[in-house]
């Protein structure tokens, strides 16, 4: 079962209530909110306060990508505002190890993310305390830009190294109805789209042809 969770980078800020609750009408299966720091990423969007904000409006786990430096020192944060998966990027934390831990034992589940030019073998030592793997298939910080095809093998590779375990591969970045059967070919079973649910508005729509 393939799993759809919009990113909220492409909804209108200015009403993100009404846009979270019409996620879920519309057939969402999770919420995906994208945390940039304006450092690790060149762009800057909202931390755990705006999370906390519009928790109450939906019952679809809320799955936070952190897309900051040191995140080690708001998980906590995150947790507290309602976060149900947290990711953390491979590249932007020194002890992944720790930071695994500390996420599970926040209550929440716990997500690595790759840039598309990090290599799987970082997950090799962490697989038992990881419960997803975020592919990122844009280099991060934007939406509406085109998928990178060198992800489809690293999707596969993990895929592989994953076996026998509950981790779910979530795929990030110019997903559309095309890139989006590429991807669940290649083993991905969570896939977050942005530009492609909130082109047009009709996101029952859009929802339903990724699928
Ligand atoms: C990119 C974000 C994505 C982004 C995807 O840095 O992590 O979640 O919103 O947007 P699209 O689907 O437009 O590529
Ligand atoms: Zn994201």
Redesign the pocket.
Known sequence: MVQIAP?I?SADFANLKTEIMRLEEAGADLI???VMDGSFVPNLTFGAPVIKAVRPYTRLPFDV?L?VRHPETMLADFAAAGADIITVHAEAVTHLDKALDTIRSLGCKAGV?LNPATPEDVLEYVLDKLDLV?V?SVN?GFGGQSFIESTLKKIARIREMAAGREISIEV??GINPMTAAEAVAAGADIL?A?TAVFAGGDYARNISALR
């Open positions: 990113s980078l995906h909110l994208d990508h897309m993310s975020l990122m991060p990030d970045g977050v942005g």
